[in-house]
């Protein structure tokens, strides 16, 4: 079947990730390029990011709080309006009626037109040595199943609605899928790779900028070229049918 897909103008956008970094790197040059666009963008981390660190002098609750101030500094850096924090643990996330419920509770208050997610389809990658975490897999099946059907059902959560939250359809579903041949959705970062940089340079705790910056040049290239600009970042586009 052929369709008419429009062109991507998000107006509000809702980024749905499972730890604070992840759509630092997913989809961060994008989010800089929609909020220069004149987009509101809204983050939502699903985990409590209680576990990423090899520092054993560092309890867990310090690192849930250290990496909370990271993410909001990234947030800052790209003009996001509003960072959501769920308390699901690290590591042991499930796409359970608990996580669903907390992430459309944010899908029905915020009410974006696009929701950007990680990729559920995304286990492992051979080509690029990849185990893909639980986190990442679960948050973005719940995020899926949210945006359709849970999100939009009033019947689905009934006691949201007791919380004024109506349902709500969103238009386009991107998963961020940077080391996928599947992407069929590009999007021009050339002049926000800079920004994007900053906002990974906020996760201090996580990200080793010296690393981070060689592997980041190539493949935004490599992304890019695929999409026709400088640098790109990509996705799977969902344009919902219904
Ligand atoms: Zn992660």
């Given at each position: 079947m052929e369709r008419d897909i429009p062109e991507l103008k998000p107006k509000v956008v809702l980024a749905i990730g499972a730890h604070p970094d992840d759509l630092e790197f997913g989809a961060s040059g994008s989010v800089a390029a929609w909020v220069q666009a004149g987009a509101e963008v809204h983050y939502l981390v699903c985990t409590d990011g209680s576990k990423g660190s090899d520092d054993i002098s560092l309890s867990s609750a310090d690192l849930i709080k250290l990496r909370r101030d990271e993410q909001r500094d990234a947030a800052k850096v790209l003009g996001v309006k509003s960072v959501t924090f769920l308390d699901h643990e690290d590591g042991l996330t499930k796409a359970n009626a608990d996580l669903k419920r907390d992430i459309v509770r944010v899908i029905r208050d915020k009410r974006p037109d696009t929701v950007v997610a990680q990729d559920p389809?995304?286990?492992?990658?051979a080509d690029f040595g990849i185990i893909n975490h639980n986190d990442h897999r679960e948050v973005g099946l719940a995020a899926m199943d949210d945006v359709y059907p849970l999100a939009r059902d009033h019947l689905s959560f009934p006691e949201l609605i007791a919380e004024g939250l109506l349902p709500h359809k969103v238009k386009d579903l991107l998963f961020m899928v940077s080391f996928d041949e599947r992407s069929n959705f590009y999007v021009d970062i050339s002049e926000t790779y800079e920004t994007k940089l900053k906002a990974l340079a906020a996760h201090a705790s996580q990200v080793d900028m010296s690393q981070v910056t060689v592997w980041l040049d190539a493949m935004t290239k490599r992304l890019g070229e695929r999409g026709g600009f400088e640098r790109a970042e990509s996705f799977i586009r969902l344009n919902m049918f219904i």
């Open positions: 389809l995304m286990v492992y990658n």
